[in-house]
Structure formats: C-alpha cells, structure tokens
C-alpha cells in the first residue's frame, strides 16, 4: 500500500456539497469523487471460500484464496476482513502474513492449515467445516448509507474520546459505497487503537490505488473498490500511520 502526502481534494465548496448525497449524519461531509482508472480490471473472483475452525472451537475463521496472490480471512468476532499476502515456508507449504509482518496461517503443501492468534502463538490446526460465499465487499444503499454513518459517528465520539468527520464521495454506486463505509469503519477502528490521535476529519476519496495519509488534524484515505478489500487501508495500516510507525509514500 502507498500514502501520499497532501492529497488535492478540491470542490468542497457549498454548492458542491449541496449537490452531494446530503447525508444527515452531523459531521459527515461530501467530497468530489476522483475518476476512475478504466485500465484497471477487478482482483477478487466469487469462486468460493471456507470456513474452518479449530479442534476445540474456540477460533473460527473463513479463508478465501479465490483473489490470486492476495488471500482474505475473517474471524468470526472480528468486523474486519483481513487481506494476507502468502510467502513460501519450508517443504514448499505458504505461510501467510498479515501487512506488519505477524503470521496468521500456514498451510502445507497439502492443504492443511495451522492458525496463529494471539491467544494461540504456537499455532493449532484448523479443520475445513464446509464451503461459504466468498468474501467481498457488501453493497449499501443510500438509506443504509445515512444510518451506517450516524452510527459511526457516535461510536467514533465514544471509542476516541472527540468528534471526527468524515467526508465521502459525492456519488457512489451501491458497489462503491460498500467499500468506502469499511474504509470508514477500518478508519475508526485503526484511530481508536492508536495511543493517542488528534485527527478531526477523514476524507475518504475513490482512486485507482489504496493511499493512506496523515496531514495534521486530517486523515486522507483513498480506496480502490474494483480490488475488493485489498483495495482500502486495513485497521492496522491507520493505527500505524496515525501513531508515526510509518512514513513515507510507500509501505
């Protein structure tokens, strides 16, 4: 994932705002959306994915490898939807790794799968429960939209302690705006795990890469939805950038 510093994001005027999707939500603006790289062809296949879970159940999981290099998992519990990238381990099996380097999952050459939490550091094998839908981003509606927004907004308030705005594109399909609030969501997850974090505004626009960047008290996020999950900034890459682990354009 790439950031860059200092994101133009003009037409914020009134009348561009007014002519927006007016969302209710106090706090959330509307930004104009960036135009889309054509060139660009989506990642994710809906070819299926499956749900696993440890011996004594405590941890279960769905494991969608149908997108190519990248690998998906949510844990059941767990919001997020976690985007791994695999590296070859020892005997030819894969490990897979989080973007900050934890390894979550090793497979073997043979398709057995050992999951790493942080309860579980040693790792433990997980058996195949059965196939599920694969894991893609959801489409929301407008009305969904304005309520997804109020209840970020409150939550952003209780979890890091002051009001946050967000500004989102002005017109989005349904596809679209599914990516974008869990680009929202991520962020407010990634802010409330920081140690401290005086950002005010999140501006969240659409491009043909994911981009996260710090800029005083405002947080600019790009997302890319023809790339599915892979295409906005995880939790762990705001709290990183927001605390200072990382800097520079590219990570």
């Given at each position: 994932?790439?950031?860059?510093?200092?994101?133009?994001?003009?037409?914020?005027?009134?009348?561009?705002?007014?002519?927006?999707?007016?969302?209710?939500?106090?706090?959330?603006?509307?930004?104009?959306?960036?135009?889309?790289?054509?060139?660009?062809r989506p990642l994710y296949q809906e070819t299926g994915a499956?749900?696993?879970?440890?011996?004594?159940?405590a941890v279960r999981f769905v494991f969608d490898r149908s997108?190519?290099?990248?690998?998906?998992?949510?844990?059941?519990?767990?919001?997020?939807?976690?985007?791994?990238?695999?590296?070859?381990?020892?005997?030819?099996?894969?490990?897979?790794?989080?973007?900050?380097?934890?390894?979550?999952?090793?497979?073997?050459?043979?398709?057995?799968?050992?999951?790493?939490?942080?309860?579980?550091?040693?790792?433990?094998?997980?058996?195949?429960?059965?196939?599920?839908?694969?894991?893609?981003?959801?489409?929301?509606?407008?009305?969904?939209?304005?309520?997804?927004?109020?209840?970020?907004?409150?939550?952003?308030?209780?979890?890091?302690g002051q009001t946050v705005m967000f500004t989102v594109p002005?017109?989005?399909?349904?596809?679209?705006?599914?990516?974008?609030?869990?680009?929202?969501?991520?962020?407010?997850?990634?802010?409330?795990?920081?140690?401290?974090?005086?950002?005010?505004?999140?501006?969240?626009?659409?491009?043909?890469?994911?981009?996260?960047?710090?800029?005083?008290?405002?947080?600019?996020?790009?997302?890319?939805?023809?790339?599915?999950?892979?295409?906005?900034?995880?939790?762990?890459?705001?709290?990183?950038?927001?605390?200072?682990?990382?800097?520079?354009?590219?990570?």
């Amino acid at each position: 994932m790439s950031e860059s510093h200092g994101p133009s994001l003009g037409g914020r005027s009134a009348a561009a705002l007014a002519a927006a999707l007016a969302l209710s939500a106090p706090g959330v603006a509307l930004a104009q959306r960036q135009p889309q790289d054509p060139a660009v062809r989506p990642l994710y296949q809906e070819t299926g994915a499956t749900r696993y879970s440890t011996p004594d159940g405590a941890v279960r999981f769905v494991f969608d490898r149908s997108g190519g290099r990248a690998a998906l998992v949510r844990f059941e519990g767990d919001p997020e939807v976690h985007v791994l990238r695999p590296v070859m381990g020892a005997g030819g099996g894969e490990i897979y790794r989080t973007e900050d380097g934890a390894v979550e999952l090793r497979v073997t050459p043979h398709g057995g799968i050992t999951v790493f939490t942080r309860a579980i550091r040693t790792g433990a094998p997980a058996s195949e429960e059965g196939r599920v839908a694969p894991l893609t981003p959801e489409q929301v509606a407008f009305a969904e939209m304005q309520a997804r927004f109020q209840q970020l907004q409150a939550q952003s308030r209780r979890r890091i302690g002051q009001t946050v705005m967000f500004t989102v594109p002005a017109r989005m399909t349904a596809q679209e705006a599914g990516i974008v609030i869990d680009a929202a969501e991520r962020a407010a997850q990634g802010l409330s795990a920081a140690p401290m974090t005086n950002v005010q505004q999140v501006i969240i626009s659409i491009g043909p890469t994911p981009r996260v960047v710090l800029n005083g008290d405002r947080l600019f996020i790009q997302v890319a939805p023809q790339m599915g999950f892979a295409g906005r900034p995880s939790s762990i890459a705001i709290r990183n950038v927001v605390s200072g682990e990382v800097q520079g354009p590219e990570q």
